[in-house]
């Protein structure tokens, strides 16, 4: 899922029930598949693999002489935001895979992905040009699952509309900044690293934070969650994407974290 | 302006009515009126855009050089200004006027006949009259009559006029409908109707009284509306009792096309409205005629002429006809004297009530338009009020003493507003707006005015007024009032709301930069002064208001002293947001119904209620984004993340679909109709959101393209974080504190669904696990010996396929689905699953009666629950019936064995005797044919555990036990047995008939205690004859 090819069935619901069941005890795959698909459903087909597979890459359980155990901290698995934040910090392992590189790429087309194909399965060749790996439609429908849980935007129907809200307060307090501490805009990305770089990309130059971050920051200041703010004789200045409703504040030069 | 000044002046300033202005503060603020239409004919509404100014009219008509007979006829609208052009006309006239030349001028005064009667009699040109009888008619006319009574009178002499119309009118009534119509007024109920606050004696009665409070343009007449008699006003009359003509009456002017005879009534009634003024006036109808004409042969004999203004010709209600006949008259070789007559009056009683004859006499019609004031016309009318208002009434008063002339026209200090905006005036003067600017005076005119309405009287009392009003005693705040903006910027709105966080404060500083500034989102500096929404600085800073950044432009439009700045010209291809210029276009038709919808949800957003029950016109719109706005919420929000079953998702999404449905997902604070799961508060906030659900439908046809969607992307998605948890919690509550548990219900009742259909036959449910409830089993509930209870209980339960909905329902929940949809293939939640049996075993499928959520607003939940409950409140019932039926049965097994507890080998005992019994009938030749046993006794162990099982619930209390006991149909089980016994019994006692009958065939009929005697002879006889072979031997 993360590593090679995204699959619909792998979906953080069933991920995270997996982890549950083997939580409480490690058990024999058959023994998961059992409760997660039991036998006596008479099914002609299994998702349970797929699942499996995903929660193994996320390293979340390991998988011994078939056993699954889990291989995460009790607290990670505490409910299923715990488990995208854990998921979220993990994601800069999977940077060759197909999801970190067509949620990078879906970010890198800033506002222009409002105008044009709003079915992310009808997206699968744009994505194989900017990405330059093959994606299929099945593989964008199986990212929207993820895109939508990990906090990367907001599910319209087959659309996700950038907002990366819930991803950047996840890789936020995971970089543990000082509250109401006020770091330079460098400071703050730099501490941000390597997790954010799956949507910013600092290394270009532009210093402009695309459609979805933008709106992911300016959503966590609406919160009260940071305050960004323009200080002139700052040396290092960030944009946020224009718009002209915003327009009053897009320029950054520091971050506090206030909660 | 000067606020200390206008703290005393403003109340003696603005008055809506020229007629009770100072004639200082009305030559202040007087503007000369360049929009009149000059017509020889009367028009309604003259189509006319050939105008001509006052000035013209002036010196064209009002002077009169020609001096000639005319008579002129001001009309337009009510509040168009009719009595302050008049006014001023007279004003300048008085000062023009020739030696010879006589100015009389009635005033409206309170626009009755008494008062002007009494104005006519404080003429001295009246006075001199020698025709006293008349002086003393009038003056009798002019006292004072009680309200009552003079009410009562108007009434009264319609009714004496109907009684006595000798068809002498134009219109008639035939005999029968004049007799109808007295017997409906004369009808108590009718005369309160007719008599009521707004009725139309109420009208007749304000033209002829004084002091009376009505509107002063009112005509005073009959409409057919006064005749059209509700269901309501028809139920009164009949209660009362109603004479058989006034109830004939009423039920015509009851039916569908009443209007009609309305019309005819009232235009019937009309015809006598003078006659009836008269009468109660107590004046003669020749009276004014005459008064006027004698007037006229004074001024003649004495070598003068006449110029008349009377400002509102319907302040001679009821004597209008004779007034004209004097007025029209002209002099030629008569010894009267020349008169020109300038009369104001407005479109309606000018059509009403003028007589054809009359219309056709007029010289020249001067029409008042109602926006009779272009734009900068518009301003210096609000400047002058505001001068006036600033000005001591001791300066006024000197400047109309010296002539009032325009050059030395008065202009205050300017103590408040200096860098405020002028406006031009003649002869070099500037008056200063504030608190004005020309922005706020333009947008108030269109907006707070209505059709109609656009005209000085409601400038004066809807913008001048309360606009100052508000200045003077709520300086800190102003503007204070809440203003329904229409044409609403909602990036200007988003932009201030998002930088002031103090809602109030923002309200005020959007509706200050909406109304008073330019309702743009840019700032620009212009001079070193930054202009905001095209204000300067210094403004919001006046104000106390806080300076809000908004986007930077290189220039824009914005007030300065004077001139003005130079309006931008928008850049040429390229969107608000620098978007490529090849997104298209808003069409007009999209954007005026973003627009319409936000007039209402401006009016929403400032407290006013909001009704989404139709889908039509800007409340549809509204009504389709909420919809949108709920649809959004339940793709965006991933509720199996938050905890939240798709089952649960899906049967809330249904109850909220369909325009039948009273609760919504979303719901408006303040709706007329419905709820919602989530209330949006009727804020700023919100309406921003709901513009940019409106904006995705309407501009972007249900899809992100459009220019200005990046900012509704952003406002809808930050929006959905905000409220998303309040979202989640009311779609997982029943209420306000308890979640929704209909799973809870839908397992318990699916286990009783399992155990009543037989599916689950065991005495505990320890083992009623997941199996049993997502296994298919065969029902077994066909031909079973349950009660009659036990069966109409699964018929309830199969209603309406309530049984297969509420499996599905468990089914369901704990599938973990991918998409909204269910799948082929289901991947269980299995550790809710397995705690949620376990808790409905626990509670031994028991859950309070105060815990069933009967009336969850989600009907498939509730469903859920019905479906619990229908079964619940059947059981002990059932299980009553079910022990009735067994213990019958088990009795006969009790009585064979003549012992409660049977077990297999007290029933293999039986077996063998049955099979002995069938043997020696065989033996014996009885004929009865022998039963088998092998049912019974391949069904031997069942058998004893039935009866077992039966007999521990005899007893029994718990309806759950019993019906687990029953449920594998023990009944059914020992019925082999049951037959057998009987089949037995019937047998034995078939045999011993036999038996019977076969004695019986071996002799006589003797009874048996006689054949016991019979053989005793017998045994009698052999033993005797044994005894003689003994002897023998």
Known sequence: MFQNKMVTPAIPERVYTLCKIVGKKAMSTSEVKEKMEPSYLNQKSSYYNDYRNAAEELQLITVTDNVLSVAVDASVLKNMDTMRSYINGQLNQFREGQFYKVTKAYFDMGEEILHGEQNVANMASLMTLKTGISVDSMAMRAWRFWASYLGFGYLQDMFVIPNADTFLQDIISEAEFEKNKRYSIAEFLEKLRPHSDIIIDSSNGTKKFSFGVSNGLRTLQDAGAIRMEYILDQEDTWNLYHVDALSANETVTNITVLK | ?1033
């Open chain 2, 1 to 1033: 302006m000067d606020i200390a000044i206008a703290k005393d002046r403003l109340a003696s300033v603005v008055k809506p009515d020229s007629i009770t202005a100072s004639q200082g503060d009305f030559l202040a603020t007087h503007v000369a009126i360049k929009k009149l239409v000059m017509l020889n004919q009367f028009e309604f509404v003259p189509t006319s855009e050939k105008y001509t100014s006052e000035e013209d009219i002036y010196k064209k008509f009002i002077v009169n050089p020609s001096n000639k007979h005319q008579f002129i006829v001001v009309y337009g609208q009510s509040g168009t200004g009719k009595s302050h052009l008049i006014r001023w006309f007279e004003a300048r006239y008085k000062a023009d006027r020739p030696d010879d030349e006589v100015v009389l001028f009635i005033r409206r005064s309170d626009n009755t006949l008494k008062g002007t009667i009494r104005q006519l009699l404080d003429k001295p040109e009246v006075q001199d009259i020698g025709n006293k009888e008349i002086i003393k008619r009038l003056a009798n006319a002019s006292a004072a009559v009680p309200e009552d009574k003079l009410k009562d009178m108007i009434y009264h002499n319609f009714i004496i006029e109907i009684n006595n119309d000798d068809d002498e009118y134009e219109i008639q009534l035939n005999n029968i409908k004049r007799k109808r119509l007295v017997a409906f007024f004369n009808n108590e109920t009718i005369h309160d109707y007719m008599m009521r606050s707004g009725g139309p004696i109420e009208r007749i009665y304000s033209k002829v009284a004084e002091n009376s409070f009505v509107d002063l343009d009112t005509i005073a007449q009959f409409k057919p509306e006064d005749f059209i008699v509700s269901v309501d006003l028809y139920d009164d009359m009949q209660q009362a009792g109603a004479d058989p003509k006034a109830d004939k009456m009423a039920r015509v002017l009851m039916a569908n096309d009443a209007m009609e005879d309305a019309k005819k009534f009232s235009d019937y009634l009309n015809q006598f409205v003078e006659i009836v003024i008269q009468r109660c006036a107590g004046i003669e109808p020749g009276d004014f005629e005459q008064v006027f004409m004698d007037i006229r042969k004074e001024l003649y004999r004495i070598g003068k002429n006449l110029t008349l203004f009377i400002e509102d010709v319907t302040s001679f209600t009821g004597v209008d006809n004779a007034l004209l006949n004097a007025l029209m008259e002209e002099h030629n070789d008569r010894d009267i004297c020349r008169i020109s007559s300038v009369v104001g009056g407005t479109n309606a009683y000018i059509n009403d009530c003028f007589r054809q004859n009359h219309r056709d006499r007029v010289t020249q019609y001067v029409y008042i338009p109602d926006d009779v004031f272009d734009e900068s016309g518009l301003y210096e009318f609000v400047g002058r009020y505001i001068n006036a208002m600033s000005l001591p009434v001791d300066r006024i008063s000197e400047w109309v003493n010296n002539k009032a002339l325009p050059g030395e026209y008065p202009v205050h200090e300017v103590a408040q507003g200096n860098d405020w905006e002028y406006i031009d005036i003649p002869h070099g003067k500037k008056l200063c707006l504030y608190p004005f600017t020309k922005n706020s005076i333009k947008y108030l005119y269109k907006n707070e005015l209505t059709k109609g309405h656009q005209t000085p009287r409601y400038i004066i009392r809807d913008i001048i007024e309360p606009v100052v009003s508000d200045l003077l005693y709520n300086e800190t705040n102003f503007p204070s009032k809440k203003y329904a903006l229409v044409n609403i910027n909602t990036t200007l709105n988003f932009m201030v709301h998002n930088q002031i966080q103090d809602e109030e404060l923002a309200d005020r500083v959007f509706c200050f930069m909406s109304i008073w500034g330019n309702n743009e989102a840019k700032e620009f500096t212009y001079d070193s002064i930054t202009y905001i929404a095209g204000l300067p600085t210094y403004i919001y800073e006046e104000f106390g208001m806080p300076v809000v950044n908004l986007q930077k432009a290189d220039s824009g439009s914005g007030i300065k002293p004077t001139p003005n700045i130079e309006p931008e010209i928008p850049p040429q291809g390229a969107g608000p947001s620098g978007e490529p210029s090849n997104i298209p276009a808003i069409p007009p038709e999209k954007q005026k119904k973003l627009d319409d919808a936000n007039v209402k949800l401006t009016q929403w957003a400032n407290g006013m209620p909001i009704n989404l029950s139709t889908t039509g016109g800007a409340e549809g719109t509204i009504r389709t984004a909420r919809e949108d706005m709920g649809d959004f919420l339940i793709s965006a929000i991933n509720w199996q993340a938050e905890g939240v079953s798709m089952d649960n998702v899906a049967k809330v999404k249904a109850s909220i679909s369909g325009k039948a449905s009273k609760y919504k997902l979303v719901a408006l604070e303040n709706q007329t109709k419905g709820n919602g799961y989530y209330v949006l508060p009727a804020n700023w906030d919100s309406l921003n959101v709901i513009n940019a659900f409106i904006r995705w439908r309407e501009f972007g046809n249900q899809s992100w393209e459009y220019v200005g969607s990046d900012f509704d992307a952003y406002v809808i998605t930050s929006w959905t974080a905000r409220i998303k948890k309040q979202i989640v919690k009311a779609v997982t509550q029943y209420d306000d504190k308890n979640d929704t548990k209909y799973i809870e219900a839908a397992v318990t009742a699916e286990m009783y669904r399992l155990i009543l259909n037989g599916e689950y036959r065991e005495k505990s449910l320890g083992n009623l696990t997941a199996d049993y409830i997502f296994c298919n089993h065969l029902a077994k509930n066909k031909n079973t010996w349950h009660s009659n209870e036990w069966n109409a209980l699964l018929a309830v339960m199969h209603q309406r396929d309530a049984d297969i909905i509420n499996r599905e329902t468990v089914r369901q929940y704990f599938n973990l689905l991918q998409g909204s949809a269910a799948g082929n293939v289901v991947v269980l939640d299995a550790i809710n699953l397995s705690k949620t049996i376990r808790k409905a075993k626990t509670n031994k499928l028991q859950i309070p009666e105060e815990d069933f959520q009967l009336d969850d607003k989600v009907k498939l939940r509730k469903d859920t629950y019905s479906f619990l409950n229908d079964i619940v409140s059947r059981i002990e019932n059932v299980a009553n019936a079910e022990i009735d039926i067994a213990k019958k049965a088990i009795q006969i097994v009790y009585d064979c064995f003549d012992d409660d507890e049977v077990e297999e080998e007290d029933i293999d005992a039986l077996l063998v005797k049955v099979n002995q019994f069938y043997k020696e009938i065989d033996e014996t030749q009885i004929n009865i044919k022998a039963v088998a046993v092998d049912g019974v006794k391949k069904a031997i162990k069942q058998i004893a555990k039935a009866i077992g099982d039966i007999t521990r619930v005899l007893d029994e209390d718990d309806p759950l036990t019993i019906l687990m006991a029953f449920s594998g149909d023990p009944v059914g089980v020992i019925q082999p047995l049951i037959e057998l016994i009987k089949q037995v019994e019937k047998d034995i006692s078939e045999a011993n008939k036999q038996i019977s009958s076969r004695k019986s065939l071996l002799g006589n009929s003797e009874t048996d205690e006689e054949s016991g005697t019979h053989y005793k002879t017998e045994l009698s006889v052999i033993a005797s004859d044994m005894d003689v072979i003994g002897v023998l031997r």
